[in-house]
């Protein structure tokens, strides 16, 4: 079986891989098992929650929080676990929360890259987070805020940055190892 966490991270043509775990209309949370080499149950959404674009990991890169790089893939197409899509950043949502395990005041970093596949024609005109609607980004940030509200992480906002800074996390990740 395909170990997903060691994939690539890049791909033809500068694209970065995104391994989605939860696709778009979930209304669970899954979870790449590397040890188990399978999608496991990680939670459900909470009541009326569901996913509004497919969720994965970006594989070979290991995050502030120990766990891979975390993505979500604008378009319009829903897929399933273990779909390997090769895309391109526009952007990411930096959150701040609670250290996983740690002490009241210790605080991770958790960011979320905002990708669009390479091959999405409707996409094609999106460059950056702010070619998305101030509203649908809006959307999405609160999309984040809302599906931890229940986890005891204490999310917080922080702001958006552009392709930029995705492809600075990348590069940190290679020179890494990863």
Known sequence: MTDFSRLPTRGLRGAFH?????????????K???PLGAFSLSRPMPRGMRYPFDWGFIPSTKGPDGDPLDAMVLWDEATWPGVVLP???????????????????????????????????????LRTYEDVSQL???ELAYFF?????????DARILGWEG?????????AQLEAGG
Do not use: W
Not at 101 to 108: A, H, L
Not at 145 to 153: T, Y
Not at 163 to 171: D, G, I, R, S
């Open 18 to 30: 995104v391994v989605v775990e939860s696709p778009r209309g979930s209304t669970v949370k899954l």
């Open 32 to 34: 790449y098992d590397a």
């Open 87 to 125: 895309c391109r950043a526009l952007g990411v949502l930096q959150v701040d929360q609670k250290r996983s395990g740690g002490k009241p005041d210790e605080r991770e970093r958790n960011d979320r890259i905002l990708a669009v596949p390479m091959v999405a024609p409707r996409y094609e005109f």
């Open 136 to 138: 649908e980004r809006e």
């Open 145 to 153: 805020l809302a599906a931890v509200h229940f986890e005891n992480k």
């Open 163 to 171: 392709p930029e800074a995705v492809e600075t996390m990348l590069a």
